[in-house]
Antibody, heavy 118, light 110 residues
Framework: EVQLVESGGGLIQPGGSLRLSCAAS????????MNWVRQAPGKGLEWVSV???????YYADSVKGRFTISRDNSKNTLNLQMNSLRVEDTAVYYC?????????????WGQGTVVIVS | QSALTQPRSVSGSPGQSVTISCTGT?????????VSWYQQHPGKAPKLMIY???KRPSGVPDRFSGSKSGNTASLTISGLQAEDESDYYC??????????FGGGTKLTVL
């Protein structure tokens, strides 16, 4: 079964760091365009970052320089290292697979992991 | 990087049609045929409903359709059903390899 399962969320103080992981099953993260999308409480979806199959990475302006997306091919996981966290980073963080070919459409989503910065 | 503009809410009666608009710029919606739409029920992950402006993934009813004119994309739901009541988000590829979402639209089935 094709599935994504996020982990690593929690309560963290402003200025702190947190590392999120997303375990994939049924497909290889290395062959796909993998993304993080977040949703603040009661708010809409916000794209955070993407890692292309060939390794290029891109970020939303709101997290550039603070967040780093990466993948571990041996564990088939996607990661998001979040540093210098701010109160406004509080959200549910989803990992999502980009459809192939990549046209910024997300066909598989995880259930989300909650990050609270307070 | 500004969010795409959607109406905050729309409503319709069962059997009717509703259309949700999504307005961007020539740097996103207008510049690429890469608009997608998502349905999100409370407490759930989003679900892909439309991609590449007009295409439906397998399993999505043909009551859902997408279109685009200039810098505005639209999602039309025909033959409204009670289970269509949800939040809907548009999304577009944009210049400089980024992705933008709309603010979301709450659909109420009266």
């Amino acid at each position: 079964e094709v599935q994504l399962v996020e982990s690593g969320g929690g309560l963290i103080q402003p200025g702190g760091s947190l590392r999120l992981s997303c375990a994939a099953s049924g497909f290889a993260v290395s062959n796909n365009y993998m993304n993080w999308v977040r949703q603040a409480p009661g708010k809409g979806l916000e794209w955070v970052s993407v890692i292309y199959s060939e390794g290029s990475t891109y970020y939303a302006d709101s997290v550039k320089g603070r967040f780093t997306i990466s993948r571990d091919n041996s564990k088939n996981t996607l990661n998001l290292q979040m540093n210098s966290l701010r109160v406004e980073d509080t959200a549910v963080y989803y990992c999502a697979r980009g459809r192939f070919p990549w046209t910024a459409a997300f066909d598989i989503w995880g259930q989300g992991t909650v990050v609270i910065v307070s | 990087q500004s969010a795409l503009t959607q109406p905050r809410s729309v409503s319709g009666s069962p059997g009717q049609s509703v259309t949700i608009s999504c307005t961007g710029t020539s740097s996103d919606v207008g510049g690429y045929n890469y608009v997608s739409w998502y349905q999100q029920h409370p407490g759930k992950a989003p679900k892909l409903m439309i991609y590449d402006v007009t295409k439906r993934p397998s399993g999505v009813p043909d009551r859902f359709s997408g279109s685009k004119s200039g810098n505005t994309a639209s999602l039309t739901i025909s033959g409204l059903q009670a289970e269509d009541e949800s939040d809907y988000y548009c999304c577009s590829y944009a210049d400089n390899y980024v992705v933008l979402f709309g603010g979301g639209t709450k659909l109420t089935v009266l």
